[in-house]
């Protein structure tokens, strides 16, 4: 007896060493004062297990204070995870039916926020606070919460849920399995470095190695627990620590050291209000020491079990806390049926609104091919009118350039007619003059080469004539052509003479009718022969330009020149200006003692 009252002083003296180190309440409740509403609700909400479970009535209180904020705030997640942690701190108070009802009502807040993490947590902890009244129902909520977090992949919070997971896992005897769950949630505590979910871990672990009768492995984690636990003044691990050391020795049928412990456990448990700690210390202290025969102490344990039970009122509180259950479960499974209704209605409504899309796209359709038919039609109506058109004004232009051919062609007739037609009738005149007078044989033979002259120059007239009656138009290549000839022909007959003729290359090809044709050409020919006769020129320059859509000819001489005054309708000058003014053209004569320059300037 001696030795057991020894062993709970020292464990009081220990543990409140550890109530000094965590009793940070009262400082707690000065620094909140200084802060607004929503740093208040931060602050409470990150108080650590370890230390509200510690002080569980001042932990309440704070709870309480930031459960009315977040109602002021309206800040419903935080409202959700002080509702859970209250609930959480009611199972230490052995309060079941209450903690039952945070727990839903906390679920419900975080639903609605779609909070799937910390719902999942809400789901764990009430699953494990469920493990003595409906073992079905605890192994069902923990696998949803667990569900829950790891599709949240939240790895804080889902390594105290596997430990617990693995502790009810136990209860049905189901040890593999739960070590599996126990170990898992270990690796994910070491890899957190969580001191106070080691020595929960450790201490798991330690029940279900015993379970499997292997308890030297249970004693060396729960003494890993138990160091875990004094290191970090865990006041309620250090509590659970002497239970489980207990239950260890009560399956090696050590039943005097297992009461030692569990006395132990009864004294912390009353010391810090832990009731369903407590109420399970003299449960086992009684059946320890039946064992032994020791009907008194049985006895005595018994009602002390007994007074905590009854004083829990564990049929009312069995009864609220089913009630709860088929409430919440009630309540799940309506507004599933509100959702299968709802979404059921909308499946109609989408049937329909796909109908009138169908219709209404059919109806569109429909309106569209009718008018595309219309305007089908009235195109095609248009198009063939169109064709029509065209080909009219294909005709008449047809018509119009036949028309302009003629006329260009009578007008070359024309010009045949007074030109060729008055140097024939010379040309007879002066054969037949040679009849009426005497000369003498030289200048009968310079009579003979004049007319042979004229004849040959009436001849490359009528050539002339008669190529461009038979174009229809006359390129800027043809007019070089027949003007090269014409230069080339006069280099031969006039030694002394250089010709230049320059044309421009890489340019559109420039089109002319017959008459433009014809008409250029003789104002060349009549400009190089002046050069020729009149000027004494000893270099002609034919230049050809295309500027501005304007076609540009000049014809240049390095001779004499002349003064237009005195000879401005002579030497062929007057025939030049009435060729160029039938082609539209304008043409300037620019002469000095220089040279003489006659530029032509016309648009095709």
């Not at 690796?187 to 969580?194: A, G, M, N, P, V």
């Not at 049928?253 to 912390?268: D, G, H, M, P």
């Not at 280099?491 to 002319?512: C, M, R, W």
């Not at 025939?575 to 003692?593: C, P």
Request: contains cysteine; positive net charge; charged residues 25%.
């Amino acid at each position: 007896m001696k030795k057991i009252v020894l062993v709970i002083s020292i464990a009081l003296f220990s543990l409140g060493f550890a109530q000094k180190k965590w009793s940070h309440f009262d400082s707690l409740k000065l620094k909140l004062e200084q802060l607004s509403i929503k740093d208040k609700i931060k602050t409470i909400n990150k108080i650590p297990n370890a230390a509200y479970v510690a002080e569980v009535e001042k932990a309440e209180q704070l709870f309480k204070l930031a459960e009315n904020l977040a109602i002021k705030s309206n800040d419903s997640v935080a409202l959700g995870e002080i509702v859970f942690k209250l609930g959480q701190l009611k199972t230490y108070q052995n309060k079941m039916d209450e903690s039952i009802a945070l727990s839903l009502r906390a679920i419900k807040i975080l639903e609605n926020k779609n909070e799937i993490a910390k719902v999942g947590m809400a789901y764990g902890g009430l699953g494990y606070n469920l493990k003595r009244n409906n073992l079905e129902r605890s192994l069902k909520y923990m696998r949803k919460g667990i569900a829950l977090l790891e599709k949240a992949n939240d790895l804080k919070n889902i390594h105290p849920v596997y430990d617990n997971y693995g502790v009810v896992l136990t209860m049905v005897q189901k040890n593999d399995s739960a070590l599996f769950f126990q170990k898992k949630s270990l690796s994910i505590k070491k890899t957190l470095k969580d001191s106070v979910g080691l020595g929960y871990g450790y201490a798991n672990i330690a029940n279900t190695f015993a379970e499997k009768k292997n308890f030297k492995l249970a004693k060396i984690y729960v003494d890993s627990s138990s160091i875990i636990r004094n290191k970090i003044a865990d006041n309620y691990g250090i509590t659970v620590n002497y239970v489980q050391k207990a239950e260890i020795l009560v399956l090696e049928n050590k039943f005097k050291e297992a009461i030692e412990n569990f006395k132990i456990c009864a004294v912390l448990s009353r010391k810090y209000k832990y009731k369903h700690l407590e109420q399970y210390c003299y449960e086992n202290l009684a059946k320890s020491y039946l064992e032994f025969k020791d009907y008194k102490n049985a006895y005595l344990y018994k009602e002390q079990f007994q007074t905590i039970k009854d004083s829990s009122n564990n049929v009312q509180t069995n009864n609220k806390i089913e009630e709860l259950q088929i409430q919440f479960e009630t309540e799940k499974k309506e507004k599933l049926l509100v959702e299968a209704n709802s979404n059921l209605l909308a499946k109609e409504a989408k049937i329909k609104r796909k109908n009138l899309l169908l219709y209404s796209a059919l109806g569109l359709a429909f309106l569209l091919g009718l008018i595309g038919y219309l305007v089908y039609k009235q195109q095609s109506t248009k198009q063939k009118q169109l064709v029509k058109e065209n080909e009219l004004k294909q005709a008449l232009i047809k018509i119009e350039n036949q028309n302009n051919l003629q006329e260009q062609r009578l007008a070359i007739s024309k010009d045949l007619h007074d030109n060729i037609g008055s140097q024939l009738t010379f040309i007879i005149s002066s054969l037949d003059n040679l009849k009426y007078f005497e000369f003498t044989k030289d200048k009968l033979y310079t009579k003979f080469d004049s007319i042979g002259t004229f004849t040959r120059t009436t001849i490359t007239d009528l050539r002339d004539t008669i190529w461009a009656m038979n174009k229809e138009e006359i390129t800027f290549e043809d007019l070089k052509t027949r003007t090269t000839n014409f230069i080339e022909s006069a280099k031969a007959s006039l030694l002394g003479i250089h010709f230049d003729f320059n044309y421009p290359t890489n340019q559109k090809e420039i089109v002319l009718n017959s008459k433009q044709g014809i008409e250029i050409y003789r104002i060349i020919q009549e400009a190089v022969n002046n050069a020729v006769k009149h000027a004494k020129a000893s270099k002609i320059t034919v230049d050809f330009k295309n500027e501005n859509n304007q076609v540009i000819i000049a014809i240049s001489d390095n001779g004499i020149g002349f003064d237009k005054e005195t000879i401005e309708n002579g030497n062929g000058l007057n025939s030049m200006q009435k060729r160029a003014s039938t082609i539209d053209a304008t043409l300037d004569l620019i002469s000095s003692e220089k040279g003489t320059t006659i530029r032509l300037n016309f648009k095709p």
